[in-house]
């Protein structure tokens, strides 16, 4: 019993996490205030969730910032064509709803197709940018690449999203709780869970070392020669175009060299 209470015991730990998940949602809304940096506040909580996954989160806040900082520019131009695709998939699917008549009914399932397709890319591209050193348009296009090369997780995450969404809305109550638990920790807890799908696949691309030192470092990973002559062909993830020949082809992800 007295183990189960100690600093290192699963109701510490559990604390521990809440705590974080808490501070990580907070601060992922208050970063969301303006709209427009919505992108870079996504990409900021992908990058701190997805080192909870790896068990070397460090300080939350501070990797929060951090991360922040370092994509804003990419995140801020990615989310705003994200948005004007939004906006526009948005009208669309409204003048349809209200006139689905013949042929009408057929361009309302593409809306409704293109409307899926823009969830997929907006619960990837920023992970992504989080995670990889690349271009702009190279990162939207990864962002959808890796999407469907992890057809079925990806299709959990949307079947996920949307179940929480739908029971959020579900009806007066529900609408209070759920903001409420959206509030307190449901964006951040939202994304742990994403991420838990999406490790695995970046896992496969370029997979870790343990981190040394510095909990903040992701180590760049040494590539096997034998794995690079037997893979196929795999999106341009990791080559940032503004720096030298780098002999090491690998994704950068460490927050030095990457970011």
């Not at 909580?45 to 909870?52: C, E």
């Not at 007066?172 to 903001?179: A, N, Y």
């Amino acid at each position: 019993m007295r183990s189960f209470f100690n600093m290192d015991g699963p109701v510490f730990v559990f604390l521990s996490k809440a705590a974080d998940l808490m501070i990580l949602n907070i601060l992922f809304i208050l970063c969301c205030i303006p709209v427009i940096t919505i992108g870079a506040s996504f990409t900021a909580m992908s990058y701190v969730t997805l080192k909870m996954k790896e068990g070397v989160e460090g300080y939350i806040w501070k990797s929060f910032l951090h991360a922040f900082k370092q994509n804003f520019r990419q995140a801020t131009v990615i989310w705003l064509i994200l948005l004007l695709i939004g906006a526009v998939l948005g009208v669309d699917l409204w003048i349809l709803i209200q006139n689905h008549q013949g042929p009408m009914q057929i361009m309302l399932y593409v809306v409704i197709a293109g409307c899926v397709l823009w969830l997929v890319e907006v619960m990837y591209v920023f992970p992504v940018l989080a995670r990889f050193y690349n271009t702009i348009p190279e990162t939207i296009k990864n962002g959808m690449l890796l999407a469907f090369a992890n057809a079925p997780k990806t299709i959990l995450m949307l079947l996920i999203t949307g179940g929480v969404v739908f029971i959020t809305l579900w009806n007066t109550m529900t609408i209070v709780w759920g903001l409420l638990i959206w509030l307190i920790c449901g964006f951040s807890l939202l994304s742990l869970i994403n991420s838990g799908f999406q490790l695995p696949l970046f896992h496969k691309i370029s997979p870790p070392e343990e981190a040394e030192g510095n909990p903040d470092e992701w180590v760049v990973p040494e590539e096997n020669e034998e794995q690079e002559a037997n893979a196929g062909p795999e999106p341009n993830l990791g080559q940032d175009p503004n720096m030298d020949s780098n002999p090491n082809p690998n994704p950068i992800s460490d927050d030095t060299d990457h970011r």
